[in-house]
């Protein structure tokens, strides 16, 4: 591939340059050959881990997960977290401890509002499926930029941040958007921000790195699911979550707590990972919607908005990926468990590409797999192809 690449690069350069000095054929040359080095050594550290080489179940590809590839606090003194896939650790407590220890525990108050006032078991077991999937996304595939490479300024890696307060928050609302009475004494997002307290608005950040038209719809699109009697749960559980952030860093720098790092800097950060939280579950039109979403004007839904590729909106390219097409989501409702979801589907990565396969003895209908995939085909920009067992995602 690499040899084809080259041979390709070259061919081009002597076509388009047949009327150039020798000199200038040699400087084009030797600049295509650096990029083309430089973009094989990327691909080879990628390709030279043995579980991107081959497919294995998507429980062997969690298990082979280092600790410090998902847990953002493995190197700084904290107690071992367990992979809640490969222990005897409860689904909810995983969830629960990942905040707790990254003294962000505050934010778990929101447990409080929710029907039950507990985590919806199937849902945290979804949630943890799309935490681990998103971070072998991101270390086994060619799907990186700097805007995940970069270090925070006390020198922790960013993705295992962003991922984990991005992903475990995502889908805390989800139980009050399906509870009747939350809508009770709302009527806008300014009745949302009262009732739960929200004094710090994520709608007055302009984040780097995220999706103007679907911000700008945020407001009327919260509208539009009051009317359907819906609180959209991705909107307040983000609007939640930054303002909550917010107020723990302030309360750590008044307290001066120094075990772990608190700069102003983060609240950019914040914001990034609430907007994806917030946007995440917006849905872009089809056809049969635009009268309805242009009474809501949300116009620029149907004429601004052009699916996402990684580079427009990183957090929910990897979030929308996983989310859509999460295993454990899609059989859970019919009755398997995960440890048998997980065992029967395999999984494997080639550069820019994921790979699911059927397992050979697997009782899984393949076809929700493949039919979970098409719904990304609207808002992100994943080429799709498949077969009746076997699925590949290529992603831009």
Not at 179 to 196: C, E, F, P, Q, T
Not at 331 to 351: A, D, T, V, W
Request: with cysteine; aromatic share 14%.
């Amino acid at each position: 591939m690499i040899t084809l690449g080259i041979r390709k690069s070259v061919n081009a350069v002597a076509t388009s340059f047949v009327n150039y000095s020798s000199s200038t054929i040699v400087v084009e040359l030797e600049f295509i050959c650096l990029n083309i080095l430089d973009k094989s050594n990327k691909i080879y550290d990628i390709m030279s881990n043995p579980q991107a080489k081959k497919m294995t179940t998507v429980k062997e590809q969690i298990s082979s997960l280092k600790q410090s590839d998902w847990d953002y606090y493995a190197d700084i003194g904290n107690k071992e977290l367990k992979n809640p896939f490969t222990s005897r650790l409860s689904h909810k407590n995983f969830v629960k401890k990942y905040f707790k220890r990254s003294g962000k525990n505050d934010v778990l108050d929101f447990i409080k509002y929710m029907p039950n006032q507990e985590l919806n078991n199937n849902r945290i077991k979804h949630t943890n499926s799309i935490f681990f999937l998103g971070v072998l996304i991101y270390n086994r595939t060619n799907l990186q930029s700097d805007f995940f490479d970069n270090l925070n300024t006390a020198e922790y890696r960013r993705f295992p941040f962003l991922w984990f307060l991005t992903c475990l928050f995502h889908d805390f609302g989800f139980d009050i958007e399906k509870d009747s009475k939350a809508i009770n004494g709302i009527k806008n997002l300014s009745d949302l921000k009262n009732k739960y307290s929200i004094n710090n608005c994520l709608l007055k950040t302009k984040p780097k790195e995220t999706n103007k038209v679907l911000i700008s719809s945020i407001e009327n699109y919260f509208k539009y699911r009051l009317n359907n009697s819906k609180i959209d749960h991705g909107i307040f559980a983000g609007l939640y979550f930054y303002d909550s952030l917010l107020k723990i860093r302030k309360r750590k720098i008044l307290n001066n707590e120094t075990t772990l790092f608190w700069g102003k800097e983060l609240e950019e950060q914040y914001a990034q990972v609430a907007t994806a939280i917030c946007v995440h579950n917006i849905g872009i039109p089809e056809k049969k919607d635009f009268k309805e979403y242009k009474k809501y004007n949300l116009d620029k839904l149907i004429t601004d908005f052009k699916p996402l590729k990684f580079k427009d909106f990183p957090l929910l390219y990897i979030l929308g990926i996983v989310d859509t097409i999460d295993p454990i989501k899609t059989y859970i409702r019919f009755g398997f468990r995960p440890k048998e979801i997980l065992e029967s589907l395999e999984m494997g990565f080639n550069e820019n590409k994921v790979i699911f396969r059927n397992g050979k003895n697997s009782k899984l209908n393949f076809k929700k797999m493949i039919e979970n995939a098409d719904r990304l085909k609207n808002w992100l920009n994943v080429k799709i192809e498949h077969t009746d067992s076997e699925l590949y995602l290529i992603l831009r």
